[in-house]
């Protein structure tokens, strides 16, 4: 992982200003996710600047822009019944039950995208392991100075996604699901612990 380097794109922005850092991410390309690519091309900047979310973006020696992920917060709901006792446990550090509903509200981090660059596929490139290490050593600083112990995402129910998602060393553990009418897609809610 030494050849690559993550940045925050605000950093960015103060080095190379905004301009500079639009035109970088305009040639971001991720044709398997086009909302994550229209993400990055149109919103980053914006949601960054209204501190919204925070975009990072892994660049090699080049610095060429091989992979991002963007991370924010969002309250979520964990019922009840779907958790192991050691869960139920480990949850109760985070929130309350909530009697009424058998379920906890709570605060958790979100990987709000994750994804790498078409452009460099059949090359070299960061795996998708590599790449949620990097996102968990931002959280896991994130968690040192605010608190917090619950990351979120949610993906396409794909087999494949839901595997890498849920398997070692990633570990995050299926909550529940939602469609999306607008997408017309079928997303699958996750968690872990950090």
């Known amino acids: 992982m030494s050849n690559f380097q993550v940045v925050n794109i605000l950093d960015m922005i103060e080095t190379i200003g ?67 006792n050691n869960m139920r446990k480990r949850i109760q550090r985070y929130s309350r039950l909530d009697e009424s509903t058998d379920s906890f509200n709570v605060s958790a981090f979100l990987i709000a995208q994750f994804g790498k660059c078409d452009t460099y596929l059949s090359e070299e490139n960061i795996s998708g392991n590599a790449l949620m290490d990097f996102t968990f050593e931002i959280l896991t600083a994130v968690q040192h100075d605010i608190g917090g112990g619950l990351v979120y995402l949610k993906c396409e129910d794909k087999e ?30 996750l968690f872990r612990f950090i």
């Open 18 to 84: 905004e301009d500079e850092v639009n035109s970088i991410l305009s040639e971001f390309s991720c044709t398997r996710n086009p909302k994550m690519e229209n993400f990055v091309r149109k919103n980053a900047v914006d949601f960054a600047k209204k501190k919204m979310s925070a975009t990072y973006l892994v660049i090699d020696t080049t610095e060429s822009i091989r992979a991002i992920f963007t991370l924010t917060h969002k309250a979520i709901v964990l019922t009840n019944e779907n958790l192991s």
């Open 160 to 189: 494949k996604l839901i595997n890498f998602y849920s398997s070692e060393p990633n570990q995050f553990f299926k909550f529940g699901e939602r469609y999306s009418e607008t997408d017309k897609v079928k997303y699958i809610q």
